[in-house]
């Protein structure tokens, strides 16, 4: 069982570039969730799923796509990247999305774009 | 606009004394409040949650107090050991329907010196 998983690590990006981070989780979790966190503001959510094939925005969605297309996977797409993108990407997941639904984070995904 | 808040980014504490960290919020009618942990290079852990219909919960050397007139809870760790050196994040789940969002604080890194 190896929880959420995200891939890949690390990356540099050029501005304009565009790339995709995949998220996978085992636990037959309904909700997933991209947040970024950076220095001092904490984690924001960017989009989340309450199931696969839903998608929505979070707080911070711009400049970002999101797809849910097997119950699984949760893709975070940046189609032209800008320094502001610079950041901590993570996933998590919630079996439910009331009082239980504690959310389980992968690693992380660290991204940087000059 | 910051819901959740954490004022202090960071609290260095002796091992074996009491590690108290705290928590604002904006909204009364957020209905759940949990407290995750964060090592470095690896995503956020659940630690402790409470529902506002409470004012304490405890778990081992965790508890946490909700103060609902305040806007305010605190979580408190006793005896503090130095494997709870981490960043702690509290986060508040608003209501907004079956979403299972959660809104973060800033973290407060906690170094507990041996």
């Known amino acids: 069982n190896a929880g959420v998983t995200q891939t890949p690590k690390f990356r540099v990006l050029k501005t304009g570039q565009s790339m995709t981070l995949l998220c996978a989780q085992d636990?037959?979790?309904?909700?997933m969730y991209w947040y970024r966190q950076d220095p001092g503001m904490g984690l924001r959510l960017i989009h989340y799923?309450?199931?696969?094939?839903?998608?929505a925005k979070g707080e911070v969605p711009d400049g970002y796509n999101v797809s849910r297309l097997k119950k699984q996977n949760f893709l975070l797409g940046l189609e032209s990247a800008a320094p502001s993108q610079t950041s901590v990407y993570f996933c998590?997941?919630?079996?439910?999305?009331?009082?239980?639904?504690?959310?389980?984070f992968g690693p992380g995904t660290r991204l940087t774009v000059l | 606009d910051q819901q959740v808040k954490q004022n202090s980014p960071s609290l260095s504490v002796q091992e074996g004394r009491i590690s108290i960290l705290n928590c604002d919020y904006t909204?009364?009618?957020?209905?759940?409040f949990l407290w995750y942990k964060k090592y470095p290079a690896e995503g956020p852990t659940f630690l402790i949650s409470?529902?506002?219909?409470?004012d304490k919960n405890e778990d081992g050397r965790f508890t946490v107090f909700l103060n609902k007139s305040a806007k305010h809870l605190s979580l408190h760790i006793v005896p503090s050991q130095p494997g709870d050196s981490a960043v702690y994040f509290c986060?508040?789940?608003?209501?907004?329907?079956?979403?299972?969002?959660?809104?973060f604080g800033q973290g407060t890194t906690l170094q507990v010196k041996p």
């Open positions: 909204n009364s009618m957020f209905d759940y």
């Open positions: 799923s309450v199931g696969e094939g839903t998608t």
């Open positions: 986060a508040a789940s608003p209501p907004s329907g079956n979403t299972g969002k959660l809104i």
């Open positions: 409470i529902s506002s219909i409470k």
């Open positions: 998590a997941s919630s079996l439910y999305s009331d009082v239980f639904g504690e959310q389980f």
């Open positions: 636990m037959n979790h309904e909700y």
